[in-house]
């Protein structure tokens, strides 16, 4: 008898362990609004180490525009601390294009709707917890 009670417990504890394990991957809908035109493309761009903000993506995707706006959802993210960039590729030549001082000719926007002061956004400003799944909207 105590052979059976004990298999029961573990049962359940692997049973509890299987369901947790299930729901720690959680989605995050960007929502992209307000881009000048839908020519070409928009960069969208999720990081999750400050150490990478900006300079190494955890997941990306290009995607196409429609009615000045474009929505993109990053699927199986771990609970944790996340940022998001994007920018509009207006040219769609891949990347985007600065002037000769370094500042970006093309529009770009963070999460938190972060704004650099004389520089890039920075992580504290455009990082969130992604606890749920969750919905953001970035302006550009």
Known sequence: MGTLVKIA?????????L????QESYSLTVKVED???NDGKMFIAVYNKASD????????????ITNNS????????SEGTYAVSTFHDENDNGKMDSNFLGIPKEDYACSNNAKGFMGPPKWKDAKFELKSDTTI???L
């Open 53 to 64: 903000f900006l300079d190494s993506s955890y997941k990306g995707v290009k995607t196409e």
């Open 70 to 77: 474009c929505v993109v959802t990053f699927e199986n993210l």
């Open 9 to 17: 417990v573990i049962v359940i504890i692997s049973l509890f362990t």
């Open 137 to 139: 909207t970035i302006t």
């Open 19 to 22: 369901t947790s394990k299930a």
């Open 35 to 37: 881009a000048e035109s």
